[in-house]
């Protein structure tokens, strides 16, 4: 993915927002395999902090187009990638709470 991406910010949203994917599911998992009741509230914890981070991304990204308007495929992809992880993990935490 970080290949089709060619600004530099872009590139960094990206990575972001691939982590807290990747943590997500991660605790996900976990939450499946164990039983223990601090796993989701971890989650939830690591989706409340994505909340003002992706906030300042979107805020990045939104100056960043400004400056570069020619590449505007490569941006809404990477603001696509950043607003995926919200349905995904609110899709986790429906799974852990039956």
Not at 68 to 85: F, G, P, S, Y
Request: charged share 10%; glycine share 4%; no cysteine.
């Amino acid at each position: 993915m970080i290949v089709l991406v060619k600004h530099k910010w872009n590139r960094r949203i990206v990575r972001i927002a691939t982590i807290y994917g990747l943590v997500a599911t991660l605790l996900m998992l976990i939450a499946l395999a164990t039983t223990h009741h601090l796993v989701p509230i971890i989650g939830i914890i690591v989706l409340i902090s994505y909340i003002p981070i992706s906030g300042l991304l979107l805020i990045i990204k939104f100056i960043h187009v400004l400056k570069n308007t020619k590449d505007i495929l490569e941006h809404t992809m990477t603001l696509i990638l950043v607003l995926l992880n919200y349905p995904i993990s609110f899709l986790y935490i429906y799974i852990l709470n039956p």
